[in-house]
């Protein structure tokens, strides 16, 4: 069995596979907690580990003297053909993620949006191969910035039931505009690709997909562990060289 690791900017995400098909996920918001569980677990054959901060590495060290660990860095061998430009700056998330929608969707123009702290859309096209997108704020973040740039608005927290397009308070109008204006976006960065790529796939993943996918009117695929998934392709890919 597998076991492949995310450390994201918020949380620790990890997941069991066996022969591609996902057997158990865990999601751990301290390093202490991941490697309680983690060190545990019996018959991992191998582990793959992707980070966008510097914190993995105690975890890491742990985990190594149970199975052989590999760490997904930007010379790491993926089944897509990377042509972005500033391949070192590339997040694994991103990467990882657009090779998830590639194992779901190949040879089709795929865009992947991964909604977290940032919203990320990645780009894959018909020949596979990787191309880029766009990193917006992510909604928590928009209400965080709000309040943190100016003197009179109030930090709000994210209300996942919210729905108003016209705020009736100061309150119901910062969710609005972070909210509703965050599904705006998302939909017309589907609606600019569909011009460009009639046949689009859209993939939608993250930590806030289930909010936006109840906002968001064009049609797409939802996959909660898409990101897991990439990095479980990932993996079998390097250990099948």
């Known amino acids: 069995m597998n076991l492949v690791l995310d450390f994201g900017n918020t949380r620790i995400k990890a997941a069991i596979f066996e022969k591609g098909e996902l057997q158990q996920d865990f999601v751990f918001n301290q390093i202490s907690e991941a490697q309680q569980s983690l060190l545990q677990l019996p018959n991992i054959l191998h582990c793959l580990v992707a980070s966008v901060t510097a914190q993995h590495q105690v975890l890491v060290e742990s985990l190594k003297n149970k199975f052989p660990v590999m760490l997904f860095e930007a010379s790491t061998p993926t089944p897509l053909k990377n042509l972005y430009k500033s391949v070192n700056t590339l997040g694994s998330d991103r990467l990882a993620a657009a090779v998830g929608a590639y194992s779901l969707y190949p ?18 096209n018909q020949q596979n191969h990787y191309l880029g997108g766009a990193i917006s704020p992510g909604i928590p973040m ?49 609606d600019r690709y569909r011009a460009l790529y009639p046949n689009l796939v859209v993939v939608l993943t993250g930590g806030d997909a289930d909010y936006l996918s ?7 695929f939802a996959h909660p562990k898409l990101l897991l998934q990439g990095l479980d392709t990932i993996l079998r890919y390097n250990l099948e060289k």
Do not use: P, W
Not at 117 to 122: A, E, R, S
Not at 214 to 220: A, G, L
């Open 107 to 124: 040879n089709q123009d795929v865009l992947t949006i991964d909604a977290g702290t940032c919203i990320k859309y990645n780009y894959v």
């Open 142 to 190: 928009r209400l965080k910035a709000m309040h943190h740039f100016t003197h009179a608005l109030a930090l709000v927290e994210f209300d996942k039931n919210y729905d108003k397009l016209t705020g009736c308070s100061s309150t119901e109008s910062l969710l609005s505009g972070a909210l509703i204006g965050a599904a705006c976006e998302v939909d017309s960065m589907i």
């Open 214 to 220: 109840k906002q968001v009117k064009n049609r797409f």
